[in-house]
C-alpha cells in the first residue's frame, strides 16, 4: 500500500515540476538556467531525504556511486536540458506525453543488446506509444502557439532518458548503493554538467542568470526533488511492476494540473487527451512487464 502511494506521489510530482517549469519559463524564459536551478535545488531535496533515511552520510559517500553520477550527466543533465526548452517551445503537456516513449526507447535497446525477454507487452505498448505520437504530431501548433520543432526536442530528451535508464540498470546490477543514494547522485551530476554549460555559454553572465531563476524555478526543484525520492522509495517497498504504471501516469498529471493552472495558454484538446491516453498506456504496459 505504502509503494503504491509513493508511485503516485512521485508521479504527481514529476507532473507538477513540470507544469512549474513552464510557469516560470513564463517568468523568466532562459532554459539553460532554468535547469541548473532546477537540478541543484532537488539534488538539496534528496540530499536531505537521504540523510533523514539513512540517518548518516556513508550512504552518499560511497565509492560505487560515480556510474550514477555519469548517468546523471545523461538525465537530468542533457536529458533536463533538452526538457525544459521543450517546455518552451512545445508547452508542458505535449513535452509530458512524448516524454513517456522513453520506456519504449529504453525497452527496445535492452532486449536486443542486454538479453532482456521479449514479452507480448512490450510490442503492444510500442505500437499504443507510436500511435499516440502519431496523433500528437498531427496537430496544427502554430495555431495554437507552440512550435514544432519542440516535439523534435522533446523525443530527443526522451531518448537520453532511455540511454540513462539502461546504463543506470547496468550501474545498480554491478554496484551495491541505494536507491536514493543513486538518485541524489544523479541529480549531482546533472547540476555539475548544467553550471559548466551555463559558465562556458554565458561566461560572466552565468551567475546573474542563475540569480534571476531561482525564485521562478525553485518550486520545480523542490517538487523534482521530492518525485525522485518518493519513486526511489517506491522501487525499494514495492514490485516494479506495480510501480513502474502508477509513474507512467506522470503525463496524466502534467494534463490536469496545467489545464487547471496554466489555462488557454496550453491549448489542451481532445487531440492532446487522446495521445496522452494511448502513450501512458503503452509506457504502463511496457514498464509492467519488463
Do not use: K
Not at 550514477?68 to 505535449?94: C, E, N, S, V, Y
Not at 560572466?204 to 518518493?230: M, T, W
Amino acid at each position: 500500500m505504502i509503494a503504491v502511494l509513493l508511485g503516485l506521489v512521485a508521479a504527481t510530482c514529476f507532473g507538477a515540476m513540470t507544469v512549474a517549469v513552464r510557469a516560470g519559463l513564463q517568468r523568466v524564459p532562459d532554459s539553460p538556467a532554468a535547469s541548473f536551478v532546477t537540478a541543484t535545488v532537488g539534488f538539496v531535496v534528496a540530499v536531505v531525504i537521504d540523510l533523514a533515511v539513512s540517518a548518516g552520510p556513508d550512504d552518499l559517500t560511497s565509492s560505487e556511486l560515480w556510474p550514477f553520477l555519469l548517468a546523471g550527466l545523461m538525465a537530468p543533465g542533457a536529458a533536463g536540458l533538452l526538457f525544459t526548452l521543450a517546455i518552451q517551445l512545445a508547452g508542458a503537456a505535449r513535452t509530458a506525453v512524448l516524454i513517456t516513449a522513453a520506456p519504449l526507447l529504453a525497452a527496445v535497446p535492452a532486449f536486443l543488446l542486454l538479453g532482456e525477454p521479449f514479452h507480448l507487452a512490450l510490442a503492444v505498448g510500442a505500437v499504443l506509444i507510436v500511435a499516440g505520437a502519431i496523433v500528437l504530431s498531427g496537430e496544427r501548433m502554430e495555431e495554437v502557439g507552440f512550435r514544432r520543432i519542440g516535439l523534435v526536442v522533446a523525443l530527443a530528451a526522451a531518448a537520453l532518458i532511455a540511454v540513462r535508464d539502461n546504463f543506470a540498470r547496468w550501474a545498480a546490477n554491478h554496484h551495491d548503493v541505494s536507491g536514493l543514494a543513486a538518485g541524489t547522485a544523479a541529480l549531482a551530476g546533472a547540476a555539475v554538467l548544467l553550471l559548466m554549460y551555463l559558465v562556458v555559454v554565458r561566461r560572466r553572465g552565468a551567475f546573474a542568470a542563475i540569480r534571476r531563476a531561482f525564485g521562478p524555478f525553485l518550486l520545480a526543484g523542490l517538487l523534482l526533488g521530492a518525485a525522485y525520492a518518493a519513486l526511489l522509495e517506491a522501487l525499494t517497498r514495492g514490485r516494479v511492476t506495480v510501480v513502474t504504471p502508477l509513474y507512467a501516469t506522470e503525463s496524466f498529471w502534467t494534463v490536469l494540473l496545467a489545464a487547471i493552472f496554466l489555462g488557454r495558454s496550453e491549448r489542451i484538446g481532445p487531440r492532446l487527451l487522446l495521445a496522452a491516453g494511448l502513450m501512458v498506456g503503452g509506457a504502463g504496459l511496457i514498464g509492467a512487464f519488463r
